[in-house]
């Protein structure tokens, strides 16, 4: 899984945070909105935010943005969605 660390913080945009399953537990909600400019500056202020246990939950996650998958230097725009998407178990 990649790492997602704040990399810029020039012209941030404001965007939803969507928070699924075991993210949403930890974090205490399922949506919040954050300003950043791109996925990395986005997870790392959740990370502050929400603090250990979510982070170690977004350490295993993927991430997508407006329904596609992103990398930590996906630039976002203003009113963007980046979901995060723990692992599910189940059977």
């Not at 300003?35 to 997508?64: H, K, P």
């Not at 995060?84 to 178990?89: C, F, T, W, Y």
Request: with cysteine; net charge negative; hydrophobic share 45%.
């Amino acid at each position: 899984m990649a790492s997602f660390g704040v990399v810029s913080h020039g012209n941030a945009v404001e965007v939803t945070l969507l928070l699924f399953a075991a993210a949403r537990q930890h974090a205490g909600t399922s949506r919040a909105t954050i300003e950043g400019r791109t996925v990395a500056d986005v997870l790392g202020v959740a990370r502050d935010r929400f603090g250990a246990d979510f982070a170690c939950v977004l350490d295993g996650s993927r991430i997508w943005v407006n329904g596609e998958p992103a990398t930590s230097e996906t630039l976002l725009a203003e009113g963007d969605e980046v979901a995060v998407l723990p692992p599910v178990s189940g059977g």
